[in-house]
């Protein structure tokens, strides 16, 4: 027996981009069936049907994906850290977040990991793609982001962010443990969590070290991610060092290509840019990260016109699809002082079908289509403005729309939120239990060491 979804607006993000007024979706064993108008599927498999969710007055969509994060950035939300404040980009590392990895356990994983998952569920993020970082916590952690991931039940691909900021050791360290995973990972019937392999950034690691890493992700058929010229001291590194920006050392090593993620590249060249085009990696943007941090505007516009494959991530920021979207949508306009810099189908593209073809899933997730695993997310807006259908939806969808206006959330079939209640979660007491663990951390981060001599590579 399957489940049906009838009565709402869907809008699939097919190949053609349909958008069916009246729509019906029919669901069985975790996968979509059928999508069309709803008294089409309901004479079709309403006799099939254990139950019928009623999406009237709803938006569906397919869940969004957000295409890099760090979860453990739930730690820094609200913290009061007594530093003296950053000025640039390499500052932040130094004084905040290196500060933050040096303390990490496998319990704060677990805990922000758990915070961070519960969030997304409420806000409609079905799948996302996550490093954790930290020298202290490496061999055997992403086990413990697996299990709240888990616990949750949406889908996750997990790794560890190597660096050899303190030691060679430590980076095959981080190495090992993505590999670890990964294979622990594929070895499980039909999972929701992955793993892949991720390094840090250029200006943490020697060529060999990101050779050795790009190498397991090839072995594994495994993606490969690593920060790219998020700031201006990455390029300055790699043009001091190797006489290349970031992007160009890369192509020397040979890691561009269609399993590798480049996250951010906001200080990329046009010649960069080609570079990425031309060997069909792809480019996580975290346009509200990249504002926090003050790093620069990413060329996203140049990369969708070069047909660049590009996703929306959050960084560990602001863990809410629409907020990203709006910012995305904005930034452009105003960095080119163009209003047609980028589109509101842009926007949606890179928050779901993009970011699956960032990781390979795009066969799995990112539209609703029949064979693929059934993500879906029901938005029913509070706040309705004007007529919301085909016309408008999209719209909606970037200016209206906020993560309180999800209703339900599906995920591989199952429905993890509904009536905007989290199934089978006692939020109140998990919360609890994630802020216990957070205040230690906190603690224990008000007497942290700035990390100050970090970069590799000479
Ligand atoms: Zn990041």
Same mark, same amino acid.
């Given at each position: ?27 069985? %064993?975790?996968?979509? =069936? ?17 139950? !019928? ?5 709803? +938006? ?9 994060? &760090? ?7 609200g913290a009061s850290l007594d530093i003296e404040p950053p000025t640039d980009f390499t500052q932040n590392l130094q004084r905040i977040w290196w500060s ?41 952690? #992403? ?7 888990? $616990? ?31 294979? /622990? ?28 890493? @790009? !190498?397991?992700?090839? $072995? ?32 020397? #090593? ?17 010649? =960069?840019? %080609?570079?990425?085009?031309?060997? /069909? ?24 016109e070069k047909g660049v494959n590009v996703g929306l991530g959050d960084d560990g920021y602001i863990f809410e699809p629409f907020e990203n979207m709006r910012?995305? @949508?904005?930034?452009? *306009? ?10 509101? !189908? ?10 699956? /073809? ?77 802020? /216990?663990? +957070?205040?230690?951390?906190? %603690? ?6 700035? !990390?100050?001599? *970090?970069? *590799?590579? &000479?």
């Amino acid at each position: 027996m399957g489940s049906l979804v009838v009565n709402g607006l869907i809008v699939t993000m097919d190949e053609e981009r349909r958008i069916i007024e009246d729509g019906a979706v029919y669901l069985k %064993d975790g996968k979509i =069936e059928d999508v069309g108008r709803t008294s089409k599927l309901v004479d079709e498999y309403a006799r099939d049907s254990e139950e !019928q969710i009623d999406a009237k007055g709803r +938006i569906v969509m397919p869940g969004f994906i957000s295409s890099h994060t &760090h979860l453990y950035g739930m730690a820094l939300r609200g913290a009061s850290l007594d530093i003296e404040p950053p000025t640039d980009f390499t500052q932040n590392l130094q004084r905040i977040w290196w500060s933050l990895d040096e303390l990490l356990t496998k319990n704060d994983a677990y805990a922000t990991a758990l915070s961070a998952a519960l969030t997304y569920a409420k806000h409609g993020v079905t799948c996302f793609a996550d490093t954790w970082s930290g020298p202290n916590s490496i061999n055997g952690v #992403l086990d413990h982001i697996e299990k709240a991931v888990r $616990e949750v039940g949406i889908r996750g691909v997990l790794a560890f962010e190597s660096t050899e900021r303190h030691s060679e050791k430590e980076g095959n360290e981080g190495i090992n443990e993505n590999e670890r995973f990964i294979k /622990k990972a594929k070895g499980q019937n039909r999972s929701l969590v992955e793993g892949m392999v991720s390094v840090h950034a250029s200006f943490t690691v020697t060529d060999d070290h990101i050779r050795r890493a @790009f !190498q397991v992700a090839e $072995e594994l058929d495994a993606p490969f991610t690593i920060h790219t010229a998020e700031g201006l001291g990455d390029v300055y590194h790699n043009l001091e060092r190797y006489g290349e920006r970031t992007v160009e050392r890369f192509k020397r #090593l040979g890691i561009l290509g269609p399993r590798t993620v480049l996250a951010h590249c906001v200080n990329v060249s046009t010649r =960069e840019v %080609d570079l990425i085009a031309n060997t /069909k990696a792809g480019v996580a943007h975290n346009p509200m990260s990249n504002s926090l941090n003050a790093v620069g505007v990413a060329p996203v516009p140049d990369m969708l016109e070069k047909g660049v494959n590009v996703g929306l991530g959050d960084d560990g920021y602001i863990f809410e699809p629409f907020e990203n979207m709006r910012s995305a @949508f904005l930034i452009h *306009r105003v960095h080119r002082r163009d209003p047609g810099a980028i589109t509101l !189908q842009d926007v949606l593209e890179m928050a779901t079908m993009n970011g699956a /073809k960032l990781y390979g899933l795009d066969t799995e997730i990112g539209s609703i289509e029949s064979g693929k695993r059934a993500d879906l997310v029901l938005i029913e807006p509070k706040v309705k403005p004007s007529p919301i259908n085909a016309n408008s939806v999209l719209g909606h969808l970037t200016y209206t729309c906020n993560a309180g206006d999800i209703d339900a959330v599906i995920v591989d079939g199952e429905v993890i939120l509904r009536d905007r209640e989290l199934v089978g979660i006692d939020e109140e007491k998990e919360t609890a239990k994630v802020h /216990k663990t +957070i205040s230690r951390l906190w %603690d224990r981060l008000r007497s942290a060491e700035p !990390q100050i001599d *970090r970069v *590799r590579g &000479h």
